[in-house]
């Protein structure tokens, strides 16, 4: 499969402004690696549509109608039926877009703010749930190596009472992917109260949101990305979240090194 397939790429950009009767041919195209009759009369017959919905469909994918948009589909899947496989072809496309995706989101004086309250705060908790919360795992671990006080914190109850603890020295990273788990938000909400100081990871870009967190870390997403059917959802955290990383690490390069090696060697130590 072609890592870049423009006219899949093109049916995903216009899906959510389809009826549901061009997404089901929406589908049929984006899922299809075989060729076929993709006469307009055959594809009628199979998706039980009409072969103006065809049309309208291909217009909407910015085609000038059907027979234009299966000439180029036909090219590409020609294409795609050389490479690799397509079911991996199509898992690596999608890594791609998201990478495309997050390197677009990337705000340098983000990054930098959220490493200076990092460095400044006396206790970081990390909340998460689900995939959210192996991420917040992950953050945690990694950001303990430098030094920091930190914990993630995954189970509701902990979660709440944590919140209720929480101060102005205290830096809550939230993670979310959909920016709407009511768990992660409820303790977001009961800390923020209580004088901490916020940071959500998140694809969510709504103003609540924004007003809620002293600073929010945009993540790229996908269509029904939250299931996890194709492509792990921590993916596109753990992008921004190695990122955030490598700002911090690089910020007190020789301390933090030095604070890294003696973990290191701690976890080598058999004594």
């Given at each position: 499969m072609k890592l870049e397939n423009p006219v899949v790429r093109q049916i995903l950009?216009?899906?959510?402004?389809?009826?549901?009767?061009?997404?089901?041919?929406?589908?049929?195209?984006?899922?299809?690696?075989?060729?076929?009759?993709f006469s307009s009369k055959a594809i009628a017959n199979r998706l039980f549509v009409s072969e103006a919905?065809?049309?309208?469909?291909?217009?909407?994918?910015?085609?000038?109608?059907?027979?234009?948009?299966i000439y180029e589909y036909e090219r590409v899947l020609g294409e795609n039926q050389n490479e690799i496989g397509f079911y991996?072809?199509?898992?690596?496309?999608?890594?791609?877009?998201?990478?495309?995706?997050s390197r677009e989101l990337i705000d340098d004086g983000?990054?930098?703010?959220?490493?200076?309250?990092?460095?400044?705060?006396?206790?970081v908790r990390v909340y998460g749930k689900g995939s959210s919360g192996y991420a917040a795992q992950e953050f945690?671990?990694?950001?303990?190596?430098?030094?920091?006080?930190?914990?993630?914190?995954?189970?509701?109850?902990?979660?709440?009472?944590?919140?209720?603890?929480?101060?102005?020295?205290?830096l809550i990273m939230a993670i979310s992917l959909s920016g709407t788990t009511g768990e992660v938000l409820s303790a977001v909400r009961r800390a923020r109260k209580n004088g901490a100081k916020i940071v959500m990871i998140t694809s969510n870009r709504s103003a609540e949101l924004l007003t809620l967190c002293d600073e929010v870390i945009p993540i790229a997403g996908i269509k029904n990305m939250a299931a996890g059917t194709m492509i792990s959802p921590q993916f596109p955290i753990q992008i921004m979240i190695d990122i955030l990383f490598t700002y911090f690490f690089q910020t007190d390069f020789g301390n933090r090194l030095n604070l890294y090696n003696e973990t290191l060697a701690a976890l080598y130590d058999n004594q």
């Open positions: 950009e216009v899906y959510d402004s389809l009826t549901a009767v061009e997404k089901s041919i929406a589908d049929f195209f984006t899922a299809n690696h075989e060729q076929e009759d919905s065809l049309s309208r469909f291909a217009k909407k994918c910015g085609y000038k109608g059907f027979r234009e948009f991996a072809g199509r898992v690596i496309e999608t890594y791609e877009e998201l990478l495309k995706k983000r990054m930098q703010r959220v490493e200076k309250m990092l460095t400044e705060c006396k206790r945690s671990i990694r950001f303990m190596r430098m030094g920091m006080d930190i914990e993630a914190i995954t189970d509701n109850h902990i979660m709440k009472m944590s919140s209720a603890l929480a101060d102005s020295d205290t």
